[in-house]
């Protein structure tokens, strides 16, 4: 499954120059933790509730004490922010809605974020993936996964015969066999699967298969 699949295509953003409340509002509004910061259509930043945090505690640590740790330890932190910009999360990790779930997954662990900007190859702004759409997207039930390959696809996008294909599905990683008409009934099905919410992977190597027009080519 990729991207592109579970992604949240209406996204809120905020521009950089918004200030801080604004943001604020449009989280609340929205009942998200954070927004992608979007300058002329391109992705710059991402602004969280702990960007929020940070900068609160910039102001409440204020004067001499900050300047003091400043310079016994070195810590950089902002100045007190206004806007956006001065409080946002520069050059966010992204993605692309092309890459597959488990990518996505594996950015969110390694970065400790929880969600990601899907963009397109010049940074714009398509959808935001987060946690919890991965989550939904893997908790769907193996028979369940089974049953819509079967009837779904195989039946009524393939128009072929339920007995014909093989379906076994465990912990969402689909495995398909069985006998159809040509190799290219094989690849739209095993493509068609990879895209069902809640398979992980999808195991169809043409070993499997015995096809009706062996002069089909590859």
Do not use: Q, Y
């Amino acid at each position: 499954m990729k991207v592109r699949d579970v992604m949240t295509a209406d996204v809120v953003s905020i521009e950089p120059d918004a200030p801080l409340k604004e943001a604020a509002r449009r989280m609340v509004e929205a009942a998200v933790s954070g927004l992608p910061v979007v300058d002329d259509g391109v992705v710059v930043g991402m602004i969280t509730e702990a960007d929020f945090v940070e900068a609160e505690a910039d102001r409440a640590w204020g004067g001499e004490r900050r300047r003091l740790l400043r310079a016994l330890f070195g810590e950089a932190r902002r100045r007190a922010a206004t806007t956006v910009a001065e409080a946002m999360s520069r050059n966010p990790i992204t993605v692309d809605p092309e890459a597959d779930l488990a990518e996505a997954a594996r950015l969110m662990s390694e970065r400790g974020v929880k969600r990601l900007p899907v963009v397109d190859p010049d940074g714009r702004l398509l959808g935001l993936v987060s946690r919890a759409d991965i989550v939904a997207a893997f908790a769907r039930p193996d028979d369940v996964i089974a049953d819509e390959i079967v009837h779904d696809l195989v039946e009524r996008v393939l128009l072929l015969e339920p007995d014909m294909v093989e379906v076994t599905v465990d912990d969402g990683v689909v495995t398909l066999s069985g006998r159809v008409p040509n190799r290219s009934d094989a690849r739209i099905l095993a493509a068609l699967v990879e895209r069902l919410e809640g398979v992980v992977a999808v195991d169809a190597d043409e070993l499997g298969w015995d096809f009706d027009d062996t002069k089909t080519p590859a």
